[in-house]
C-alpha cells in the first residue's frame, strides 16, 4: 500500500564500515531499515519496525565512527549532517570536548500515498498543523504536501529546511518536493528569521515549515499566517490537547488565557469563578493528528475543537484512514472531558509522574497521607506529568527540553517543601466538580510555579508586600 518513490538505501549503507553494513544486506527485511544506532564501546544496533537487531558482536571503536564522519557532510549547529543528494540523517553525540562519540543513522525516504487523507486540507487554502509522535511521519508528509501543492496546483511554495530534513542534504533540493523551492537555514535558532525573509522576499503563496519548536518560531508563524499566505506545518507534541497545554505552542492554536467570571454568570455555566479561554484567533486553521502512517485524526475546526475541550463539551474530530486498496475511509468520533466522563476515567487510573529535582520520598508520603495514588516512572515516553522545581526549570537542561518537545505536562515546584507539595496534588485531584484536564490546564497557566488563579498564599503575599 505504501509505495516508496526512492529511499537510496545504499547510499547510506555504503558509509558503514564492512563489518556493520555486511550483515544488514543480510537480512530479510532490509528495505524496511530505520536507523542505525552507534555509540562508542556498545555494540551496534539496528531498527527495524518491529524489532531491534544487535549486527555485530564487535564493540564501536573510534575508527568506525571517523569512518562513517569522513564520508558525511558537515554537522550543523543541531548536530545533524546529511548525505549529498538523499534524505537520509546522520545526528551525532559528542562528548565534553566536542568529539563524536556516538551516531544515529536514519534511514530518509519519499513516500507517495499519505497526503491523500489530508488532501482535501491543503487544496483549501487555509492551514494545516500536523502533529504527532517522532518517527511517525511528520515529515514524510510534510514532504509531499509540498511536492502536490507546487506540481498539481501550481502555487508558489518554499519549503524551510531546518538541517535540510526535508529536502535533503546539498544545494540542489531532492525531487520529491517537486518544483517547490527550498531555504536552507544555516542554525536552528535563526529558522523564525528565514520564515520571515521568504514571505519578505520571495512572495510565497505556500510556507511549508518543519518543527515549530519555540516562541519566536510561533510569533513568526502567526506573523506569516496574518499577511495572508497558507502555512503547513509540523509542531511537537501528538495531540490538540499536548498543543493547548505548551505554553510556548499555545499561541499556534490562538493562546490560552485565565478568565474570572462574576458569580451570576458562574453559576449559568456551572463552573468555578476561574475559566479558561482562547486568547484570539488560531494561527493554524485546521489540526491533522498522525497516529500513524496510514490513520489520522483531523480537526477541521481549530477554534470550535479548542472552545469545545476548554469548556469541557465534547470535542468532535474525524478519524480517516487509507484501507488495503488505498481509498480514505473517514469515521466521525468524538471525545469528552466533561466531569462525568474525563475526571472519573483520570481517577481510576493514577498518575504517572516523572520527577526531577523534586524530593519523591516526600511526595510519596504526602500523598499516602491524602489517600491519593500516584506512580513514579523513569520514562518520560510513559509519563502523565514532568515534576520539577523551579531551580531546575530555570536551568532548562536537556531532560526539561526533552519533556517539553514531547508536549509532557510540566509543573513546577518553587521549592522542595511539603506545601508546595501537597498544594501540588491538591491540584491535581481536586475535589470539585471541576475536570482534572481543565484544573490541570489552570495549573500551568499560574506561572507553572505551583499556583492557582486564586491561591490564597499569593494573595496574602499581595497583602503583606503592599502593607509594608
Known sequence: MRRVVTDDLDALLDILPPHIRDPLYLQPNCSELLEVVLDLGRVPEARFPQRELVISAEEVHHSDIDYIVSRIGQFSGDNRAGINHTLHRISAIRNRNGSVIGLTCRVGRAVFGTVKMIQDLIESGKSVLLLGRPGIGKTTM???????????????????????????????????????????????????????????????????????????EALAARTIAERGVQL??????????????????????????????????AKRRRTQKSVLER????????????????????????????????????????????????EVRRELISSSFTPEGGEEKQRDKPLRFYLFGANRSRLEQIAKEGGRELRITTDLKQ?????????????????????????????????????????????????????????????????RSGRTPEDPIAESGKKKKSRQ
Open 232 to 265: 503547513v506545518g509540523t509542531a511537537h507534541g501528538t495531540t490538540l490537547e499536548n498543543l493547548i497545554m505548551n505554553p510556548t505552542l499555545s499561541d499556534l492554536i490562538g493562546g490560552i488565557q485565565t478568565v474570572t467570571l462574576g458569580d451570576e454568570e
Open 383 to 447: 509519563t502523565d506529568l514532568f515534576l520539577t522545581t523551579r531551580s531546575y526549570y530555570r536551568r532548562k537542561p536537556q531532560t526539561v527540553r526533552d519533556a517539553e518537545a514531547m508536549g509532557i505536562p510540566i509543573y513546577v515546584l518553587k521549592s522542595n517543601n511539603v506545601a508546595q507539595m501537597r498544594q501540588c496534588l491538591d491540584a491535581l485531584y481536586p475535589r470539585d466538580t471541576q475536570s482534572t484536564y481543565v484544573h490541570h490546564l489552570q495549573r500551568l497557566l499560574a506561572g
Open 279 to 326: 486568547k484570539a484567533p488560531p494561527t493554524f486553521d485546521m489540526v491533522a493528528e498522525i497516529v500513524d502512517y496510514y490513520k489520522v485524526t483531523v480537526h477541521p475546526d481549530v477554534i470550535e475543537a479548542v472552545d469545545a475541550l476548554l469548556h469541557q463539551r465534547p470535542v468532535r474530530a474525524e478519524m480517516r484512514w487509507m484501507d488495503e486498496s488505498g
Open 142 to 216: 510534510l514532504r509531499e504536501v509540498a511536492r502536490v501543492l507546487a506540481d498539481d496546483f501550481r502555487k508558489r511554495v518554499i519549503v524551510i529546511d531546518t538541517s535540510n530534513e526535508i529536502a535533503g542534504d546539498g544545494d540542489i533540493p531532492h525531487p520529491a518536493i517537486g518544483h517547490a523551492r527550498r531555504m536552507q537555514v544555516a542554525s536552528p535558532a535563526e529558522q523564525h528569521a528565514v520564515m520571515i525573509e521568504a514571505v519578505e522576499n520571495h512572495m510565497p503563496e505556500v510556507i511549508v515549515i518543519d518543527e515549530i519548536g519555540t516562541e519566536l
